[in-house]
């Protein structure tokens, strides 16, 4: 939904903001007893916290936990997370306290689980509608509105209905559109093993809260890599669906109705049975009936046997020609290729990123298609300043401009080519088969990096290729993590040539020091509406040990 009409708030936007500090801080206070500042996390707290989903499901079904402790245990490591973090915009803690003590009910009376996810505590980035929440979409003036959701987005009833508790909403960075996760409301949210870099952005909050095990899932956003680099930077796991599968009935942003290159909702989790379960739930509920502009397909189980009629193949792409990945980056990609292609009846094969360059330029030209002239009225009415990345992706990127009508067609046009051409540089993979009239023996999924590096240092996140040409194309993409950085592993070398001045600057960022035992993640791509098939894929790999 779009912002409303604001009134300009006679308060600077410094004072604003600690308004809504303390109100998150407030809505803490729940799980906070006497006048410790933080939470002591016990025992049966980790213990429940350190469950992977199909065991917590099971043990809440068992009734060997009840939903209320298991919302305690998870509510109690979010406030961790926040202190060490600053990760959350609030707590919604009676409404999942409520929520919570119902379905213990539920399951007393009729002696089963309500659903799918019943019990399972849900965190939500904060510019998801949720009745009676404000959504700021991290701007000082949006809050000062005090404008809030009428209703649950769609998403979010649909989760409900399965037996959710939804608990947690998480920070998200000033005009969305960072790869790192900064603002004037909140502050910057830090990586939860190293203050010094970022969580990633701009699904931040959530990335972040996850790694630190305060949320079972999170639901984020992703019109540029939003899910997957905080995903890959906090070493969790982060789905960017193909758009449309997805229901956004419900959530804020700005400016309205500007998709040419769609943002999508997508599943975030520390294992990859949190994301599958997502999407079941949601696709089962067939958001399609509600929000029309969805495709009306449902969740379709993939089962991988490679041997049965052919090898599975899989792409790997090692940079794009134009920034090569910091050595953790390069290593885990070669390292992951080795263990693959030791799999029987699995093919390994060199897939060539196509002109990402032209990509961005595609990209980033449709991203602004006003020049930035609603955000920065947004921030005009507050007088809140710009912080670094949004000056950089506003005034400093040469694709963000007021377009015309016919400047907006021609970068319209140039998206549908350059899908066209990606689609041929996919079929090239494999042959064209006379006798059945298509391509065959295609690339199956695609692994690649989702940045030129692992999280990165506060405001140094610029550049977005490898994790926005998936936006462009529509391409699901799946973050996973694949081990830690290693100092003398991942030596820095010396470089005397460069791919462009961005390899140049993006080289200078590294230093195996500071960037030790950090996580590392990669993506793995599939074809439109291949969604089930990569994650079918990873989950093919996982169980033969190829993500240890």
Same mark, same amino acid.
């Given at each position: ?17 600690? @308004? ?15 006048? $410790? ?142 790869? $790192? ?25 959530? %990335? ?99 041997? +049965? ?10 940079? @794009? ?61 507050? %007088? ?49 088969? +006379? ?69 140049? $600057? ?24 291949? @969604? ?17």
């Amino acid at each position: 939904m779009p912002p409303k009409k604001r009134n300009r708030s006679t308060k600077s936007w410094q004072a604003i903001a600690a @308004d809504a500090q303390r109100h998150r801080d407030e809505s803490l206070s729940w799980v906070v007893s006497g006048t $410790e500042e933080v939470p002591m996390v016990g025992n049966l707290d980790l213990h429940i916290t350190n469950m992977d989903l199909p065991t917590l499901t099971q043990s809440i079904a068992s009734g060997t936990h009840s939903a209320v402790d298991v919302l305690t245990a998870f509510s109690r490591t979010a406030v961790v997370a926040q202190n060490k973090t600053n990760c959350l915009t609030e707590l919604v803690g009676a409404r999942a306290l409520s929520r919570a003590k119902q379905l213990d009910s539920y399951q007393a009376l009729q002696g089963k689980p309500m659903g799918a996810l019943h019990g399972i505590p849900i965190s939500i980035k904060s510019h998801i509608g949720i009745q009676g929440c404000r959504m700021p979409i991290a701007y000082i003036s949006l809050w000062a509105s005090g404008q809030t959701a009428p209703r649950d987005a769609l998403v979010v009833q649909m989760l409900a209905r399965a037996g959710a508790v939804i608990h947690a909403r998480t920070t998200e960075p000033q005009s969305m559109m960072q790869l $790192e996760c900064s603002s004037n409301l909140y502050g910057a949210t830090l990586h939860p093993r190293n203050p010094d870099m970022s969580s990633g952005g701009s699904s931040g909050g959530e %990335g972040a809260l996850l790694a630190m095990r305060g949320s079972a899932i999170g639901v984020g956003s992703d019109v540029g890599g939003s899910i997957r680099v905080p995903a890959a930077a906090c070493g969790v796991f982060g789905l960017k669906p193909t758009a449309f599968r997805v229901p956004t009935t419900g959530w804020s942003s700005t400016p309205p109705g500007a998709d040419p290159v769609p943002t999508v909702l997508g599943p975030m989790s520390f294992g990859l049975e949190g994301v599958e379960t997502f999407m079941e739930v949601v696709l089962a509920a067939e958001p399609w009936v509600v929000e029309p502009a969805l495709v009306p397909m449902p969740w379709r189980p993939v089962h991988i046997a490679p041997g +049965e009629t052919r090898p599975l193949r899989i792409g790997i792409a090692w940079h @794009d020609d134009v920034v090569l990945p910091h050595p953790p980056i390069t290593r885990a990609l070669g390292e992951l290729s080795d263990k693959i292609g030791r799999l029987p009846n699995v093919e390994v094969v060199d897939f060539p990123l196509y002109k990402l360059a032209e990509a961005w330029a595609i990209a980033s030209s449709l991203y602004f298609t006003d020049g930035g002239e609603a955000d920065l009225k947004i921030m005009a009415d507050s %007088g809140e300043p710009l912080l670094p990345l949004v000056q950089w992706i506003i005034h400093d990127n040469p694709g963000t401009k007021k377009l015309s009508r016919e400047e907006l067609e021609y970068w319209l046009e140039e998206r549908e080519e350059y899908r066209l051409e990606y689609a041929e540089q996919w079929n090239h993979t494999g042959r064209w088969s +006379e006798a059945e009239g298509k391509w065959v023996d295609t690339v199956d999924v695609l692994i690649c990096p989702v940045a030129p590096g692992v999280a990165t240092r506060h405001n140094t996140a610029k550049y977005w290729a490898y994790s926005a040409v998936w936006n462009l194309t529509d391409y699901p993409a799946l973050a996973f993590p694949v081990g830690r950085t290693d100092k003398v592993k991942d030596a820095k070398v010396k470089r005397d040539k460069f791919m462009s001045f961005q390899d140049a $600057e993006n080289w200078d960022l590294y230093d195996p020091k500071a960037f030790h035992d950090m996580p590392i993640g990669l993506q793995m791509v599939g074809r439109r509406f291949d @969604d089930e098939k990569i994650v079918a894929v990873l989950k093919f790999l996982r169980d033969r040990g190829c993500l240890d």
